[in-house]
């Protein structure tokens, strides 16, 4: 028989979505084949630690003393120069009050997969560190997490590509703090009421607001620069919300489209996980030309940032089906059971266990395919003489 694939579910994290990445880890890791997989979970507490003795989730939902963390700190050990996998190193109390590397702490592990949310996880950060250490993971690497991160750099990459955006203005906290009237009337000039502000990196629709008039201008500013240093202004549109999803690498799938109809007034936090009083319609009741319009936008989104293995990708759809414009792409979308993301691979024929089944086989084929690679001149040294 052969031996399981041992997989990492890295989860928490120090962003403000760490509630979010642990409801979708728990879904993942409860998916986990037993028959083919050795689970090891990898909590990361808000503060940053890395855990994985002991019981991470349970520890991370109880909230975790910060004194308790040199005791149960973990950290991957990267070798690139072996098999391309990784180690879980512990980490106790060093002499001088710090923490200091001691023993290993299990079998190499085989691939990650991450389920972390927001920054520091969803951003390219973490994907450096795992190419770095030479191990698979599933989802995009570093380039395509941080464009895919970055709403402005995103929005303005999909513009050189030709696809549709609404207009939006992009500035920083520092822009707005030292001149708020300016950028209040560089907004005006350029966009209509009602807008959105948000936070340049951020998602799950933290430090959103809709704006219907001057007054709420300035509230809405401070809240998106609560959360990141780049904001993003946006024109409000009359307009349903529509997802897609993709699975893949160079040559993705594109699921059936759906539609989200928000409780509140736009889908914010609390629809999403607050108040339970939006619907999720699969597939969406759009005609057909539009749904293959979605669909086309969202491979070409993928392909623009150069995503891999799994993306959702938000859309407004005119309510009179007279324009489509894409919104942001989603590189670690959620993942519980109910989550548009794997919801939408249902609808399409691919169940939750199987759809995490392919994302660890595209991680794996991803790893090998990047290994192909020459990243020297030679092992050797190269002869740079002239």
């Given amino acids: 028989m052969a031996s399981k694939i041992r997989v990492g579910v890295l989860f928490g994290g120090q962003s403000s979505e760490h509630e979010v990445s642990l409801a979708s880890a728990r879904s993942v890791i409860g998916a986990l084949d ?11 507490t808000r503060q940053g630690a890395w855990l994985s003795s002991g019981d991470p989730m349970r520890e991370l939902r109880a909230g975790i003393d910060p004194d308790s963390l040199p005791r149960l700190s973990s950290v991957l050990a990267p070798d690139p120069s072996g098999d391309g996998r990784a180690e879980l190193v512990q980490l106790g109390p060093s002499r001088n009050g710090g923490q200091a590397l001691s023993a290993q702490a299990g ?5 990650i997969f991450p389920v972390l949310h927001g920054p520091y996880g969803e951003d390219g950060t973490v994907q450096g560190m795992l190419d770095l250490a030479g191990i698979p993971y599933v989802g995009s690497g570093v380039l395509g997490s941080a464009v895919g991160m970055d709403k402005a750099t995103m929005k303005r990459l999909f513009q050189a590509e030709g696809l549709p955006v609404v ?8 822009e707005w703090e030292i001149d708020p009237a300016a950028v209040l009337r560089m907004a005006e000039s350029k966009l ?17 607001s809709k704006i219907h008039d001057p007054e709420e201008f300035g509230p809405a500013l401070d809240e998106a620069a609560r959360y990141d240093r780049r904001i993003l202004i946006e024109q409000g549109v009359d307009a349903r919300e529509c997802e897609c999803s993709v699975l893949g690498n160079d040559n993705p799938d594109v ?10 007034e736009f889908y914010d936090y609390k629809a999403k996980y607050v108040d339970d009083n939006s619907d999720l319609i699969i597939p969406a009741d759009l005609p057909g030309h539009v749904a293959e319009e979605v ?30 414009w894409l919104n942001e792409i989603n590189t670690i979308p959620g993942f519980t059971r109910i989550s548009m993301y794997p919801k939408l691979w249902e609808a399409s024929g691919l169940s939750y266990s ?33």
Avoid: C, W
Avoid at 34 to 44: H, M, N, R, S
Avoid at 107 to 111: F, G, L, Q
Avoid at 167 to 174: E, K
């Fill in 34 to 44: 037993p028959d083919k997989y050795e689970v090891v979970p990898i909590g990361i």
């Fill in 107 to 111: 079998e190499p592990i085989d691939v």
């Fill in 167 to 174: 207009p939006f203005v992009a500035l920083t906290r520092a």
């Fill in 192 to 208: 209509t009421y009602p807008m959105f502000a948000k936070p340049g990196n951020m998602g799950s629709s933290v430090g959103i």
């Fill in 255 to 264: 699921s059936v489209v759906g539609e989200v109809v928000p409780g509140n």
């Fill in 295 to 324: 669909r086309s936008l969202t491979l070409r989104a993928f392909k623009a940032i150069d995503a891999a293995g799994m993306a959702r990708v938000d859309f407004f759809v005119a309510r009179d089906f007279s324009a489509v």
């Fill in 354 to 386: 199987q759809l995490i089944d392919r994302l660890i086989e595209l991680a794996i084929e991803r790893h090998s395919d990047r290994a192909r690679s020459k990243a020297a001149l030679s092992e050797k040294g190269a002869d740079l003489s002239v």
